[in-house]
């Protein structure tokens, strides 16, 4: 018993990782460095997973460098230069892993390489979850917002955009928002499911709650129906839906 224990104890955790089906492909410039069939994702923390790709997927030489780092689950991780046919040098663009599970795989550091596509479809910001959900659903349901008790928004016409994991937004036309109040900045943020948001401060009674707002000019096309739109942080406003706290 005591032998069995001794094994069990220095067994490496399990890593949650599956196989990814789809063709991903990483670009530098006009070049393919990744093209893979058989990445997979692996989460290393809970929100989304990564892709690692098999070594031989990776066009270029992958060139260890003397830089390591530990993660928790992971182990100890080797820090990978990437050397393009060119010369070029991409100084920690991947690291691999000692963990069982996954040797053989690397994974890129997302802005070490231009762009990422899933088969044909370009990702932004991180690998997509494929247990992550977006819904954009119309609404007739009475949306009020304050702000330090001033009345900044009243919508029957709102957008509610579900997503996995996270509190329901309500996207407001800006014609149901007083837009008079709002003051545009230079804040803006990705996400992999909807886009490109850029900020607005809000202003009530001379005191400014700076990036209170956020809209999507150009969504992508599963988050397309909140383009235009606007939404305030449920979390940082008073925000009713048909007479009651939002969640």
Known sequence: MGQTDDITATEPPAVRTEPNPKWIRGRIGATTVVDSRATRFVWEFPYYPQWYVPRGDVTGELRTSDRTST????????????????GTVIEDAAK??????LAGLVRFRWDALDRWFEEEV???????????????????????????????????????????????????????????????????TGCPYKGVARYWSVTVEGTIHDDLVWG????????????????????????????????
């Open 96 to 101: 691999s892993w000692d963990h069982p599970e």
């Open 216 to 247: 999507y000019d150009e969504p992508l096309p599963e988050s397309a129906d909140v383009a235009g739109l606007l939404c305030f942080y449920n979390e940082r406003v008073e925000l009713t839906v048909d007479g009651s706290p939002a969640s």
């Open 122 to 188: 370009e990702v932004f910001v991180h690998p997509r979850s494929p247990y992550t959900r977006v819904d954009v659903l119309p609404s007739t349901r009475h949306v009020v917002v304050r702000v330090d008790g001033v009345i900044v928004a009243e919508s029957r016409r709102a957008s509610i955009l579900y997503e996995t994991g996270l509190p329901p937004r309500y996207y407001l036309p800006p014609e149901d928002v007083r837009t008079e109040l709002l003051t545009p900045t230079t804040t803006s």
């Open 71 to 86: 993660a928790d689950g992971l182990g100890t991780g080797t820090h990978l230069d990437l050397v393009l046919a060119d």
